[in-house]
């Protein structure tokens, strides 16, 4: 099992450029989650999903949207990016039942 | 506001040496979890607990329910744990709140 990934790795967008993140994972879980990581903050929740075709809105939607079309992937947009949009994007996974998270290994865009 | 609160926010210990890292949250909970996160970013999943205590290896978590509070030990420290210690909680719900983690450094 490859677990959680993401793709891409690394990323640098000139401002207002677009771009889509991809998650995606082999378990089977029914959730899933898109974080961003700054300096000095805890992990803070863009979007989710409790199943396929379904996602609502985190801590900090603003600039962002999402899309689960099948249930092993997770979409993360950028329609416009803007340099407050630097930071490192965590994608994670959890079935139905348990609340234990599933993490991908990160991705790291920067905004010019 | 911070749902969950982690201290300290740095600590530095010698090899050897047993460490404590608090955790203290302010929502009714689910579940707690201790996340560990190495320099290369990676984040994994170390302990998730609704009561009591769990140990594996050399690590060993504790929560208290009625105080809204937990703690991560490492006995016998090393320096292959240093990393960033994530305190994350689990509401009646869907989402998850995390505090700002721990940066551990063990020195040799």
């Known amino acids: 099992n490859a677990g959680v990934t993401q793709t891409p790795k690394f990323r640098v967008l000139k401002t207002g450029q677009s771009m889509t993140l991809l998650c995606a994972q082999d378990m089977n879980h029914e959730y899933m989650y898109w974080y961003r990581q700054d300096p000095g903050m805890g992990l803070r929740l863009i979007h989710y999903?409790?199943?396929?075709?379904?996602?609502a809105k985190g801590e900090v939607p603003d600039g962002y949207n999402v899309s689960r079309l099948k249930k092993q992937n997770f979409l993360l947009g950028l329609e416009s990016a803007a340099p407050s949009q630097t930071s490192v994007y965590f994608c994670?996974?959890?079935?139905?039942?348990?609340?234990?998270?599933?993490f991908g290994p990160g991705t790291r865009l920067t905004v010019t | 506001k911070n749902e969950v609160e982690q201290s300290p926010q740095n600590l530095t210990a010698q090899e050897g040496e047993f460490i404590t890292i608090n955790c203290s949250y302010s929502v009714g909970i689910s579940a707690l979890h201790w996340l560990q996160q190495h320099p290369g970013g990676g984040i994994v999943s170390l302990f998730m607990?609704?009561?009591g205590k769990k140990k594996h290896g050399r690590l060993i978590a504790t929560i208290n329910i009625q105080e809204k509070h937990s703690s991560l030990h490492i006995t016998a420290s090393h320096p292959r744990d240093s990393a960033v210690y994530i305190c994350?909680?689990?509401?009646?719900?869907?989402?998850?709140?995390f505090g700002t983690g721990t940066s551990l450094t063990v020195i040799p």
């Open positions: 994670a996974s959890r079935p139905g039942t348990g609340y234990e998270q599933y």
């Open positions: 999903s409790v199943g396929e075709g379904t996602t």
């Open positions: 994350a909680v689990s509401p009646f719900g869907n989402q998850f709140y």
């Open positions: 607990l609704s009561s």
